[in-house]
Structure formats: structure tokens, C-alpha cells
């Protein structure tokens, strides 16, 4: 079974300035996706990104980046130049690919909450 | 312009009351789910349909009824509430296994609150 770890319970950064957020992962798939979800205190949950581990290349949105390193199943978020607006829980999530099945699950992280200082 | 609308986003009830959660998608998936989440934020997967057919259904109380009228809605129906069933509740949905879809896109969450 997959699983998903988020070692950081509670980050914090300066205003501006970058932060980094670990993932690890657990799976024998080859075919899967990766996401990291903020959810801000009104509770809605919104994807930031999404990674595809068949593609080598690192996905980017904006300030907001990862670091996919599929051997060693990690899949870190940076953030750069971090604002008030980025205070949020933040959960890392794992999918099978569609090989799997129509019933695959998304399995998520127990969250890491970032602090952003002004 | 909601992908993903559920009502109500508040709702405070007795012990003991019917309540009905509503879903709408539209994004033209045909894959919803039902996700509950407890005050410790953990997240958990309640219910998937795709195309109207049940196809994750999880190990809860069958108190609750997932209800698709059509493949763009899914509501939630839940009986005899009990103070446990406090949570906030996400709707969600994706494209199905044909399309690729692999990303899921929630709701904004409908508080649910027990007395």
C-alpha cells in the first residue's frame, strides 16, 4: 500500500523569503501523480500543483515550485518569496496512474502548517 | 463561476436530525467524491461515484446515503446525526479513468456541527 509522510507538523518563514516543505512517499507503482494541496483557515481545499512522475522535469506555478526526486520518492514544495496569503495547512497527495483502476484513492499526508511572519 | 459548489457551507443541527449535504460540479467530470474531514484534519475518503455508479465506498456508517442524480451531482444525505459526525465535509471531483483524469478538485467544504 502507498503512503504519504510529511515529517514538519508546523513551518514558519519570514515574509519574502523561501521555505521548503518535505513529502516523502512510499509505493512500487511507476505511474502515479503527486500533489501538494493548501488549505488556509476557510477550510477550502486548493490545489497548488501537480507532478506527473513520469515527467523528469520539475512542475512550476508561479512562486511555487517542487523537487521531484523519484528514486529517492520525495516531493518537496518550495516557496519563494512567501506571503501572508501563503498561512495555510499544507497536504501532500499521491495517485495511482489509471492503470489502477477507477477506484484509486487519493492518499494524503498528515499536513504540514506554515506560519508566514510579516 | 464554482468548479465544485456545495451547500450548505454551514450548518449547525441537533442530535438525532436528517441532513442533506449538496453537490454540483461543473467541470463536466463524471467522477465525484465524498471526503470527510475531523478536527484533527485528517482527511478521509467517504464515497466515489463515477457515472452515477458507486465505486469506492468506505467503511462508514450507513447512516450515510450518497445520492447522483446525474453525473454532475452528489449529494449527501446523513440520518440520525450524532455528535461524531461533526466535521467539515468535501465534495470533489475529477475526470474519469478513460479521460486521464488524475487531478481532483474539492468543494469549498460544508461545516458540519453537531449539538
Known amino acids: 500500500a502507498q503512503t504519504v509522510t510529511q515529517s514538519q507538523p508546523e513551518m514558519s518563514v519570514q515574509e519574502a523569503e523561501t521555505v521548503t516543505l518535505s513529502c516523502t512517499y512510499d509505493?512500487?507503482?511507476?505511474?502515479?501523480?503527486l500533489f501538494w494541496y493548501k488549505q488556509p483557515p476557510s477550510r477550502q481545499m486548493i490545489l497548488v500543483i501537480r507532478?506527473?512522475?513520469?515527467k523528469q522535469q520539475n512542475a512550476t506555478e508561479n512562486r511555487f515550485s517542487v523537487n521531484f526526486q523519484k528514486a529517492a520518492k520525495s516531493f518537496s514544495l518550495k516557496i519563494s518569496d512567501s506571503q501572508l496569503g501563503d498561512a495555510a495547512m499544507y497536504f501532500c497527495?499521491?495517485?495511482?496512474?489509471?492503470?489502477?483502476?477507477?477506484?484509486?484513492?487519493?492518499?494524503w499526508g498528515l499536513g504540514t502548517s506554515l506560519a508566514v511572519n510579516p | 463561476d464554482t468548479a465544485v459548489s456545495q451547500t450548505p457551507k454551514y450548518l449547525v443541527t441537533q442530535m438525532g436530525n436528517d441532513k442533506s449535504i449538496k453537490c454540483e460540479q461543473n467541470?463536466?467530470?463524471?467522477?465525484m467524491y465524498w471526503y470527510k474531514q475531523d478536527s484533527k484534519k485528517f482527511l478521509k475518503i467517504m464515497f466515489s461515484?463515477?457515472?452515477?455508479?458507486?465505486?469506492i465506498n468506505e467503511t462508514v456508517p450507513n447512516r450515510f446515503s450518497p445520492k447522483s442524480p446525474d453525473k454532475a451531482h452528489l449529494n449527501l444525505h446523513i440520518n440520525s446525526l450524532e455528535l461524531g459526525d461533526s466535521a467539515v465535509y468535501f465534495c470533489?471531483?475529477?475526470?474519469?479513468?478513460?479521460?486521464?483524469?488524475?487531478?481532483?478538485?474539492f468543494g469549498e467544504g460544508s461545516w458540519l456541527t453537531v449539538v
Open positions: 467541470l463536466g467530470h463524471d467522477t
Open positions: 497527495a499521491y495517485r495511482s496512474g489509471p492503470g489502477a483502476g477507477n477506484n484509486r484513492k487519493l492518499i
Open positions: 470533489a471531483s475529477s475526470q474519469g479513468m478513460r479521460q486521464g483524469g488524475n487531478t481532483i478538485y
Open positions: 461515484y463515477n457515472n452515477k455508479e458507486l465505486i
Open positions: 509505493t512500487s507503482e511507476s505511474d502515479y501523480y
Open positions: 507532478q506527473e512522475a513520469y
